[in-house]
Each structure stands twice: as structure tokens, then as C-alpha cells.
């Protein structure tokens, strides 16, 4: 049997979290800085057409997620991906070595999301979101909880941060394979 991480060189990383919480920002500079490949599914949804249409009243794709999982199993196995998505209970829990939730303020995130025009009810359905702490309680359900860190997204300091603590995660990561 394939153990956990696989032959697997380089780490896979899961960013998870509430909409506006930071996560396509900070992926973008972790990506960058220890160059692995950045894969923001709702990117991917749309440009591959993972979907089954629009859903009206979520103002949102509705991903399928065997289709997406089917997209990404290779590129998965081979290692060093980081994945920026707002929902982690349907990915392959071998997937990820790490499974990060960003987690913001609520004033600061509602400043966030009310700039980027959300209707009222998608709003406070992502304001409760993160009241709620639903994304932390999901991936604590989903993985291992040893395998799961929360980290603060209020600032512009936080995601310097953030971005140094995974680069030296990532550093000190050993394959699998290699032990
Ligand atoms: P997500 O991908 O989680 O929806 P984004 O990365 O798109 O979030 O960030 C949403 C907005 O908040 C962007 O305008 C971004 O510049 C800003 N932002 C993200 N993280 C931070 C942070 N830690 N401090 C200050 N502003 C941030
Ligand atoms: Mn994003």
C-alpha cells in the first residue's frame, strides 16, 4: 500500500478559508517565494468547466467535485502544490501534507468583502462563515488534526508572516519516501 505522501518530493499544501480571508494573496507570495505551483480552483472550475452550472441564489458556480478531483490526481501525486480553495471536505485527504485556514477579523473581513460587491445575503453568508468558524471545524473534521494550522490574515504583516512560517515549513519538509 502507498503510504501517506505518497513518492511524493515536494510537500502539498491546502490554503483554506473564508472568502476575503487572504488566501489568493498569500498563495500568490508563497508560491513566488519557494516556487511551487499556485492552483486557485475557482480559477480552474471556470476556465475547465468543473462545473454544473450557476447557482442564483449562492451567486456561484456549482463546482462538481469529482470532476475536479479527477483533474487533479496527477498533478496532486507529483507534489509541490499549494491549493487555494474556500471548502476542503471533498479532496483526497492524502492530498495534503499541511492543511492551512486563514482566519480574519471580523471588522476587518467585513470591510473586505463589502468592497468587493457581494450582494447582502452572500455577505452575511461569508461573514458567518467565519463567525462560525466553519472552514477551521471542516478541515479539523477532514484531516488529521495534527496536520491542521490556523494562522491570522488581519494584516499585511500577518501575510509576510505567514508566507515566512510556510517557507521554513516547506524547508524542513522531508519526503516520505526519502526517511
Ligand atoms: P481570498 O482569496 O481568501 O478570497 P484575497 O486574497 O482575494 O482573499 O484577499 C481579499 C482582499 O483582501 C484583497 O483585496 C487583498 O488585497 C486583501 N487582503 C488579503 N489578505 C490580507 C491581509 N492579511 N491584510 C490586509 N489585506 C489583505
Ligand atoms: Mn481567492
Same mark, same amino acid.
Given at each position: 500500500? %502507498?503510504?501517506?505522501?505518497?513518492?511524493?518530493?515536494?510537500?502539498?499544501?491546502?490554503?483554506?478559508?473564508?472568502?476575503?480571508?487572504?488566501?489568493?494573496?498569500?498563495?500568490?507570495?508563497?508560491?513566488?517565494?519557494?516556487?511551487? #505551483?499556485?492552483?486557485?480552483?475557482?480559477?480552474?472550475?471556470?476556465?475547465?468547466?468543473?462545473?454544473?452550472?450557476?447557482?442564483?441564489?449562492?451567486?456561484?458556480?456549482?463546482?462538481?467535485?469529482?470532476?475536479?478531483?479527477?483533474?487533479?490526481?496527477?498533478?496532486?501525486?507529483?507534489?509541490?502544490?499549494?491549493?487555494?480553495?474556500?471548502?476542503?471536505?471533498?479532496?483526497?485527504? #492524502?492530498?495534503?501534507?499541511?492543511?492551512? %485556514?486563514?482566519?480574519?477579523?471580523?471588522?476587518?473581513?467585513?470591510?473586505?468583502?463589502?468592497?468587493?460587491?457581494?450582494?447582502?445575503?452572500?455577505?452575511?453568508?461569508?461573514?458567518?462563515?467565519?463567525?462560525?468558524?466553519?472552514?477551521?471545524?471542516?478541515?479539523?473534521?477532514?484531516?488529521?488534526?495534527? #496536520?491542521?494550522?490556523?494562522?491570522?490574515?488581519?494584516?499585511?504583516?500577518?501575510?509576510?508572516?505567514?508566507?515566512?512560517?510556510?517557507?521554513?515549513?516547506? #524547508?524542513?519538509?522531508?519526503?516520505?519516501?526519502?526517511?
Amino acid at each position: 500500500m %502507498v503510504q501517506e505522501g505518497g513518492q511524493r518530493k515536494k510537500p502539498n499544501i491546502l490554503v483554506t478559508g473564508t472568502p476575503g480571508t487572504g488566501k489568493t494573496t498569500m498563495c500568490s507570495a508563497l508560491a513566488e517565494a519557494i516556487h511551487l #505551483r499556485h492552483i486557485n480552483i475557482g480559477e480552474l472550475v471556470k476556465e475547465k468547466n468543473l462545473h454544473d452550472g450557476w447557482d442564483d441564489e449562492l451567486d456561484c458556480y456549482v463546482i462538481n467535485e469529482d470532476l475536479v478531483c479527477d483533474e487533479l490526481e496527477d498533478t496532486m501525486e507529483e507534489g509541490g502544490n499549494i491549493v487555494d480553495y474556500h471548502g476542503c471536505d471533498f479532496f483526497p485527504v #492524502r492530498w495534503f501534507d499541511i492543511v492551512v %485556514v486563514l482566519q480574519t477579523d471580523n471588522s476587518v473581513l467585513y470591510d473586505r468583502l463589502s468592497k468587493r460587491g457581494y450582494s447582502e445575503s452572500k455577505l452575511s453568508n461569508n461573514f458567518e462563515c467565519e463567525i462560525f468558524q466553519v472552514l477551521l471545524e471542516e478541515a479539523k473534521e477532514s484531516y488529521p488534526e495534527e #496536520r491542521v494550522l490556523a494562522l491570522k490574515s488581519d494584516t499585511i504583516e500577518d501575510i509576510s508572516r505567514n508566507v515566512a512560517t510556510l517557507t521554513d515549513w516547506v #524547508r524542513n519538509w522531508n519526503s516520505p519516501s526519502s526517511l
